[in-house]
């Protein structure tokens, strides 16, 4: 049986408070308010785990789905089980319709409001990463990365977008790998349209960098490391300002 904490191993615990300064910038922020053990939300609302939920026939392979992260997720991190045996098509079909549709219904609004009013759409896909998907990756600088951005090798967003929103990052000093480990996932894919002017980039950051993963709390450092990221959500509200777009970000 799971605790609290391990329940919450896989939860981006914090991450809109990093990134809560967004519409002071003028970008709106939309934050998920489910846990992502309930529901991801990254995840296509198909994306249904035949191991997990009863009545769901097996598809074509799906690496997410096979590991256990399909939309509703079987396992938490280090592929921990969350349920002792499986649960109903119609639990799985509530938590779609309760908090997926809703989210993305209203994520799919604000990117139509921009193109309305801008002609371009920019969404920011944040998220956070445990310590330990990273510990063995080193970039040409011999650094980990502290940010992985993904823009599924330039499948979701034009590279001038996502070349100046590494320069932000550069600029405070944290290290910037891109597509690896982490490309984007359905977010990225199901919006990045960048030849209809719609792009979406997936920012991840190294948990440990502000959080004690083990315990999921803030660092006592917590506040200088949000100061920081208030000042690189500026700069990357300030992308569609100098686009005349609107930046989005999502959590």
Same mark, same amino acid.
């Given at each position: ?17 990093? #990134? ?48 256990? $992260? ?39 609004? $604000? ?6 009013? #801008? ?62 480990? #982490? ?38 450092? #917590? ?29």
């Amino acid at each position: 049986m799971l605790d609290e904490k391990a329940i919450r191993s896989s939860e981006d615990a914090f991450v809109d408070q990093l #990134f809560g300064a967004a519409p002071d910038f003028g970008a709106p922020l939309l934050a998920a308010d489910v846990p992502r053990a309930y529901i991801d939300l990254n995840r296509a609302a198909e994306e249904l785990d035949p191991a997990l939920v009863e009545g769901v026939g097996r598809n074509a392979h799906n690496p997410r789905i096979s590991s256990g $992260l399909g939309v509703i997720p079987r396992v938490v991190a280090n592929g921990r089980a969350i349920y002792r045996g499986k649960i109903s098509r119609a639990d799985a079909e509530a938590r779609i319709a309760q908090y997926w549709q809703p989210y993305h219904a209203q994520l799919r609004a $604000l990117l139509d409001d921009a193109h309305g009013l #801008f002609g371009e759409a920019i969404l920011i896909d944040c998220h956070s990463m445990p310590h330990e998907a990273i510990e063995n990756i080193r970039t040409s600088a011999s650094r980990r990365p502290d940010i992985v951005l993904g823009d599924r090798f330039g499948a979701a967003a034009a590279s001038d977008i996502v070349d100046r929103i590494e320069a932000a990052f550069d600029a405070a000093g944290l290290h910037v790998a891109r597509n690896a480990p #982490f490309a984007g996932a359905y977010i990225a894919q199901a919006y990045g349209r960048p030849s209809r002017a719609a792009h979406v980039v997936q920012i991840e950051i190294d948990r440990a960098l502000y959080m004690d993963e083990r315990l999921v709390r803030p660092k006592r450092d #917590f506040d200088a490391f949000r100061a920081l990221m208030t000042g690189i959500v500026a700069q990357i509200a300030e992308i569609g300002h100098g686009r005349d777009t609107m930046p989005l970000a999502a959590e």
